[in-house]
């Protein structure tokens, strides 16, 4: 081996040596920086050079230097730090968050992978002017968008984009719940019933219903007790009741049920009346006469409203043997119209009321009037209270009505060789043929970690290892240097040799 080769061997170990330094700058410049993935740098001999044999005949070999095997990335999870905001988020596990380019979308590069696609592990996200939830880089965190039931909508990933979940569609009442307890020691009402005179019902309860343009009614519920010598009434535990409200038409307060074109009718094969209610001996609601009523508030849509007094018992009888359930239960017997606020007809079945306790809504009993339980399902328009994000990476929205929604599920996507990916500065890899092809999934499915909302993933630069590291390659560095300035010396003595 020539002088030469020597200083050239001492010469790649500096320069590599060099590289390896600046590999360990970068570590710790970035020992702060979100999500950062620190950096290994690794050395290889170079052109090992036959110079003779042994008297064995073995090769004499030796090397002509160093260079650079390679420069890999430290994968493994950082530690999480707490944030205030909630759409800072953090992976507890494999997977990255894919976020897009709009600037860039739909193009390809030479190999034919989109340009507008970049993945990451920085979850700093925020909401942006358009709505759409950026990096800091203003890409778009892609996700699906989810349907009323919480299901994923046809067409694949998307941009997140939060400017149509700033407001929440007012719902319009369909069902209302109304437990009462009617005083058993109430005489029969014998005045003509009229909704404006308190003497005609012996009691009221009001529950708020709203209509499809979210405004807000209040229906009162009368009831009276029937005459036990009405022949329709049967026995002292019978009761009729009416819902009555102003309907903003002009014509002040109503009884609804009084106008038999809005009551829908009792299905063949029930043992009930419509707008009456019977208790047995022990108290216990026995028949529910509740079918849907139609509702015309002024400047809404017309809706039918169900009003649910309980669970009636019915009666049985049993004959050979064989015991037969009477369907007295009417809100048992009534579906909703799919994606409707009205009720079906033709779907009213009258069906067995086989589980009823009689007692799980409105009773009779001598303990005086109450109101047990009021509740309906409609609610007015809403605006974006705040976001919740869990660890399934379902975005949902709390709104001013009370009202959740859920709104989108982040995409994660995970690789077959990650260390594969490549670097494009600002946190974000770019997929490449040795990373494999991306897959894309839901957190905490398959090998996907799950998602850690008001958090952000630190930086998994050890720094005192990086300072270890720093003093190896300072120490090679200078060995290497006086490599070059013995062969030098030995050149400038070979030289002298002519003098």
Partial sequence: MSIMQAMYSGSSALINFGEAMTVIGNNLANANTTAFKASTSSFEDVLVQSVGTTGSGAQKQVGTGVGMADISQNMAQGSFISTSNVTDMSIDGKGFFMVRDPELTNQ?????????????????FRKDVKGDLVNSSGLVL????LDVDGNQKAGGTSGINLSTANTADPRATSRALVGVNLDSNTVANTATYSPADPSSF????????????????????????LDTTNAAAGDDNTWEWHAVTDEGDGLGLKAIDTDTTRVTA????????????KFNSLGKLQNEGSTPLRFQFSGAEPQDILFDFGDALGSSTTVGGVTTQTAADSTNDFT??????????????????TDNTGGEGSIQVSSGFATLRLSQDGFPSGFLDK????????????????????LFQIALVDFNDEVALEQAGSNL?????????????????????????????QSNVDMSAEFVRMITTQ???????????????MLEELISLKR
């Fill in 387 to 406: 976001l919740a994000i869990n660890q399934d990476g379902i975005v949902s929205g709390s709104y001013s009505n009370g009202q959740t929604k859920q």
């Fill in 429 to 457: 890899y770019k997929e490449t043929v040795n990373s494999g092809l991306p897959r894309v999934g839901t957190a905490q499915s398959g090998r996907l970690g799950s998602i850690v909302s008001n958090s952000l993933e």
């Fill in 108 to 124: 390809l590069d030479a190999t034919g992978r989109p340009m507008d696609i970049f993945y990451t592990r920085a979850g700093s």
């Fill in 202 to 225: 012996d009691f009221s309860t009001s529950v708020r219903v709203f209509d499809s343009r979210g405004r807000g009614h209040n229906v009162e519920i009368q009831f009276r007790k």
């Fill in 142 to 145: 892609q996700g699906w968008e």
């Fill in 266 to 277: 009792v299905p063949s094969g029930a043992d009930y009346t419509a707008g009456i209610l």
């Fill in 475 to 489: 120490r090679g560095f200078q060995a290497n240097s006086r490599i070059v300035s013995v062969t030098d010396g």
């Fill in 336 to 353: 909703k119209k799919t994606l409707d606020m009205t009720f079906d007809p033709l779907a009213a079945t009258a069906a067995a009321d």
